[in-house]
T-cell receptor, first 116, second 112 residues
Framework: DAGVIQSPRHEVTEMGQEVTLRCKPI?????LFWYRQTMMRGLELLIY????????DSGMPEDRFSAKMPNASFSTLKIQPSEPRDSAVYFC??????????????FGNGTRLTVT | EDQVTQSPEALRLQEGESSSLNCSYT??????LFWYRQDPGKGPEFLFT???AGEEKEKERLKATLTKKESFLHITAPKPEDSATYLC?????????????FGQGTRLTINP
């Protein structure tokens, strides 16, 4: 298996622009997670899905952030409008049934977002 | 306050010099503790899961142990390729909700 695939690897955009990050989880994994990593705050969970349904979005910082999972093999994280403080590395991770937390997470290589 | 703390923040060792990394936690209802390795420009890669105090897991030069308050990642005779950031993550009840919370990580450098 190719693992979790994220695109783009790097994104540089100007403040106010819309940004869309993409993720393809490992086939057969029913849980998908979006994390954000910064030097100051480390890895923070933004949202996770089970069988394409959002379960916990309490980590989504603001209404500017939205995430969708239209099918089992694709998810997006959108920021609109983007701000410089959104600059971070965004990771997507997936894990298999039956447990969302007691199974190891398989991470993609992340998208490094820079908002100027 | 429930939290996960890793120490030290950074550690520099000579090749072959054994040491330990610490992950301490103050939570109720620990359900599992995970260790991950993260290389620059990559996502974290799973190493171990520990579920109960006294449990130990080993993989090559790494051994993870767990007590009721902390976990240690022992590195024996490390090599330069062991250089990475090591993250621990705790699955527990945080303020009444099940969460997986990551520590800030320990950046390990092994000099040849």
């Amino acid at each position: 298996d190719a693992g979790v695939i994220q695109s783009p690897r790097h994104e540089v955009t100007e403040m106010g622009q819309e940004v869309t990050l993409r993720c393809k989880p490992i086939s057969g994994h029913d849980y998908l997670f979006w994390y954000r990593q910064t030097m100051m705050r480390g890895l923070e969970l933004l949202i996770y899905f089970n069988n394409n349904v959002p379960i916990d979005d309490s980590g989504m910082p603001e209404d500017r952030f939205s995430a969708k999972m239209p099918n089992a093999s694709f998810s997006t994280l959108k920021i609109q409008p983007s701000e410089p403080r959104d600059s971070a590395v965004y990771f997507c991770a997936s894990s298999p049934v039956p447990s969302s937390y007691n199974s190891p997470l398989h991470f993609g290589n992340g998208t490094r977002l820079t908002v100027t | 306050e429930d939290q996960v703390t890793q120490s030290p923040e950074a550690l520099r060792l000579q090749e072959g010099e054994s040491s330990s990394l610490n992950c301490s936690y103050t939570v109720s209802g620990l359900r599992g503790l995970f260790w991950y390795r993260q290389d620059p420009g990559k996502g974290p890669e799973f190493l171990f899961t520990l579920y109960s105090a006294g449990e130990e897991k080993e993989k090559e030069r790494l051994k993870a142990t767990l007590t009721k308050k902390e976990s240690f990642l022992h590195i024996t005779a490390p090599k330069p390729e062991d250089s990475a950031t090591y993250l621990c993550a705790v699955h527990a009840d945080f303020q009444g909700a099940q969460k997986l919370v990551f520590g800030q990580g320990t950046r390990l450098t092994i000099n040849p």
